[in-house]
């Protein structure tokens, strides 16, 4: 059976679960959440996700939601990009805590505020915070990738994954990727199946009502 991934194109959360899809070779389809005209706050969709959040997985009668759950189940599946020992285990859950609470976090309301809330919502101080928490946590990341390949060491795991999610959209708000970052991301590009989150999922560029 197909799984499906209820996603858009400019959700790197979303990304993180079909970038891994892709890594992992398993057949998916997406299923587009029309989410900047509202469907995902709608009472239909929260029969799909009562989080009323994308990404949504749906396999046979498994459904889950939260990317790091997700990635976990596929790397589980296919026993790949998962820890070799107890502790890169714990490694991997730290790392992609993390990424869900300070980079991801900040990184994708930063850029929801400045690219896709309509002017007369921005505010441009909250803005400026949540771009200084980004770049707090960024600098966080590129000193963890100061002579690794990947966050754990030499191979890629879910970690790289998750915290990936947002990477390919920083020149999008002007952030020039620091160095390492931007190697570690190139590493990552390089995998066998890996495509940009705007070919990987519907929904580009947006369309939407006028708000
Ligand atoms: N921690 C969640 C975050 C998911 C998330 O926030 N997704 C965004 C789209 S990228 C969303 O649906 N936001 C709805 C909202 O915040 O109301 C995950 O990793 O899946």
């Avoid at 998962?82 to 609470?101: K, S, V, Y």
């Avoid at 879910?158 to 990477?167: E, H, L, N, Q, R």
């Avoid at 890996?194 to 708000?211: C, E, K, S």
Wanted: proline share 6%.
């Amino acid at each position: 059976m197909t799984a499906t991934l209820h996603c858009f194109a400019q959700s790197g959360n979303s990304y993180k679960a079909a970038l891994m899809l892709e890594l992992c070779d398993q057949p998916w389809k997406p299923i587009f959440v029309d989410f900047f005209n509202g469907a995902a706050r709608t009472p239909e969709f929260a029969a799909i996700n009562e989080m009323a959040e994308v990404p949504t997985y749906t396999e046979g009668a498994l459904r889950l939601s939260q990317s790091g759950v997700i990635i976990d189940h596929l790397s589980r599946t296919h026993k790949k990009f998962g820890p070799e020992t107890e502790a890169e285990r714990l490694e991997i859950l730290r790392w992609t805590l993390w990424d869900n609470h300070k980079l991801t976090a900040n990184i994708a309301t930063g850029r929801f505020m400045q690219l896709y809330l309509p002017e007369k919502h921005r505010k441009l101080d909250v803005i400026a915070f949540l771009m200084g928490r980004t770049k707090t946590a960024l600098d966080t990341l590129e000193r963890r990738l100061e002579n690794r390949n990947f966050i754990l060491g030499d191979r890629p795991t879910t970690a790289d994954i998750s915290c990936v999610g947002y990477m390919y959209f920083l020149e999008e708000i002007d952030i020039a990727p620091p160095a390492n970052i931007a190697a570690w991301r190139d590493r990552i590009k390089a995998l066998p199946g890996w495509q940009h989150p705007y070919d990987l999922m519907p929904g580009h560029p947006i369309q939407r009502a006028n708000v």
